[in-house]
């Protein structure tokens, strides 16, 4: 049975290139999101994310009459789930309040969203990043408004719906090729669950569709992740612990790497995007007792961004004392970069938003933001201004991102009056 139309249901920074491959194979490809704005910009042709190569391929795929776009599911053979799964706002998971807990809420709506149109040997795959257990849950939800089919739970092997979780591994910036290239994990609820997944996957997948089970193929995105966390971390507990005994972290980071057996990273302002600084409390809400190392990794993570505001705020201090004729309300401070990684628009979880957020609402000062890759923010507290206009206006600058715009800039601030969290200006 082959698949002639592919549903995906959320058209974000995952659901637009996987929507677009597919079509660009010549499948009928329905993307389904709630943001009218978005569907719209689909509809003409046009992308409403930052990703090299991507707008070609979307306008090609909706001129050829491949893709559309719509608010509402419509019948399929293949719905494939892309959609959020961010943090409730209050957490108690085992009592420890510091433990964020999962919210699979837009993965219960796409549920009910895509139910009423199901059909006898549909499969639906699971590819939002999701705390072990996702996938069968998702399963039961379907079940419980399509009592009419049979769904893959309770050992049931006689079903009607297959369902499947399959992780996308990308790194954005590279999303079209690695889509297309990487080895996919493909963790099925019965064996020919896993199959029909990989038969989908190979439409467009030139690397290999590994075979596991779902709460394998669910740990295996979450241990990706937290793998890296926990390497970042090394690096910014380096990067703290070397400014405390006056060491260049950089160059012990570079003198370091040339043993032929170290690899360590390099430090930045913290951990940001939907992934790396999300998925690991995926695995630590599941076993808090069990996942000490990987749940003080986040913690160093994450409180980085408060270590290079502290940092800020001394080189506002060193400016004041060397210029008593100012306040602090005369000091601009100018922060470069508020993506959550180099040459891409994507805000979410960036620890650069969060510093200059922060520093807006603590100094009494102008703080400005230079990002190369967005247009506004919805952030009235910070004005945006390019790179010769910071320039001409900041008295302290704060470099949080290495976009390749910076990389070719010599600045002219004096040391003191620089906090340079990647390296580049050092």
Known sequence: MSFHTISVIGLGYIGLPTAAMFASRKKKVIGVDVNQSAVDTINRGEIHIVEPELDIIVHAAVTEGYLKATTKPEPADAFLIAVPTPFKDTSN?????????????????????????????????????????ATEQMAEWLAEVRADLAFPINGNEEIDIN??????????????????????????????CSKRAVELYKTFVVGECVVTNARTAEMAKLTENSCRDVQIAFANELSVICDKLDIDVWELISLANRHPRINIL???PGVGGHCIAVDPW???????????????????????PQWVIDKVKVAIADYLQATPSKTAADVTVACYGLAFKADIDDLRESPALEIALELANTHPGNVVAVEPNVESISHQSI???????AEKV???????????????????????????TRGIWS
Not at 106 to 115: D, L, P, R, W
Not at 117 to 124: Q, R, S
Not at 181 to 192: C, K, L, Q, S
Not at 383 to 389: H, R
């Open 93 to 133: 998971v085992d009592g420890n309040t510091d433990i964020p807990e999962p919210d699979l809420a837009y993965v219960k709506s796409a549920c009910e969203a895509i139910a009423p149109v199901l059909k006898k040997g549909d499969i639906v795959i699971l590819e939002s990043t999701s705390p072990v257990g």
């Open 163 to 192: 369902i499947a979780h399959c992780p996308e591994r990308v790194l954005p910036g590279h999303v079209v090729r690695e889509l297309v290239e990487n080895d996919r994990v493909i963790g099925g609820m019965t064996d020919a």
């Open 266 to 268: 390099q430090p930045g």
């Open 282 to 304: 995926f695995i630590v809400s599941k076993s808090p007792e069990e996942s000490a190392l990987i749940h003080t990794a986040r913690k160093v993570n994450s409180a980085k």
């Open 383 to 389: 004005e945006l201004k390019s790179i010769s206009e």
């Open 394 to 420: 900041a008295d302290v600058a704060v470099l949080l991102v290495d976009h390749s715009e910076f990389k070719e800039i010599k600045p002219t601030f004096a040391p003191q009056y620089l906090v340079d």
